[in-house]
């Protein structure tokens, strides 16, 4: 299939606004942190709608002619290389930080060198499923915290054979196109169910082990953070509603082969208006998520999704005013490397951390410095880590068949 080359270059941008925002606290850039906040926690709905897209877009025929462990072998080898060494790579660095850091730092934090939660919570993020233990919450954030996402991205696999056999069966494009909209229904219910179960249900009903496993350091939480942290839990982090954003991406990925095949795509000009609606709903939605912050928590992704749904098919529809930035060389390059800048930025994170519990601070004006390194890192992840372990990978499931 045709590399769409606009997805990949926006995949780009959304991966260094993360980075940018992770990084901004310890600089000290609380206006630039504030400012980048609901942009990096939609990059990661962009991200989701992005890969049941291109899901769609690479397997709805292949997926017919390939066994299914194949498919998740190559899954698998996506995401493996990468993300292993990063976090391998983190044993030293927060250790390092757990030793350089006071007492009363880590009794704040939740965590400590002699716990012996320390081992089983890496391996908890290396396998995926810390996310699934409330025990673990201090843990989760710890060792490598954009990984958690990775969780989502495996249930997305795990589910979309399934998925695409069913969206497949659908033949007409509208119904596609009603299909995503219904998903999209069902999502903003289902959040809003949740935000009014956990706002208003009595605090007793809350089990006592589960209170106490969210008091970090023997901090105990008020009612409001507990309430606030598990509409978090189960509205953001738990991977089972941003399925949702998954399947519009796969129903969208559809309709657009669906069209492709009968030469029935938008028009360039047609093209031009849609990107422009799509950044103007983003903006809504943007809007709508600095009116209610605080008051739906992080479930305010989804009001990105219907902005984002229609600017990821609008730039594979063909060019745009926006391909000469978005399919330029570079951004393409960085595009593909996206993905080692997401999973191992934060460990440059760490590192800072560290070099600052030692008073090592460094001015406001290396910000930007430091947010370079991390692109050139994460290109040497794509280029020798990531493209070579997936190779050798697929080298190796081919050579025991």
Partial sequence: MKELVELTGIRFFAAFVVCAYHFSPGFGLTSVSTILRPAAISAVSLFFILSG????????????????RYFFWARFARLAPAFVTVMIAMIPIRLLFLMSSSESARIAYGISLDSPILGISWLANLFLVAVFVPELNPWLYFWNPPAWSLTAEAIFYI?????????????????????????????CLIIVGVFSLVMNIPFDVFPSWYKSSLNLGGTVLTEDEVRSYTLTYFVYLLPFLRCFEFWIGCSIGCFFLRLRERDRLPKENIRNLLVVTSVLLIYIGHQINSLTMGGMGLGIYAVYTPGFTLFIFTLASGKTFASSLLSHKLIVKLGKSSYALYISHYAGMAIYQNLANIGIVFPQGIYFIVLGLCLAISLVIYDFVEVPGQQWLIKISKART
């Fill in 53 to 68: 897209f291109i899901l769609s877009y690479s397997y709805l025929e292949k997926l017919q002619t390939i066994k299914l």
């Fill in 159 to 187: 589910g979309f054979p399934v998925v695409i056999s069913i969206f497949k069966k659908i033949k007409r494009e509208s119904f596609l196109v009603w299909n995503s909209v219904i998903i999209y229904g069902l999502l």
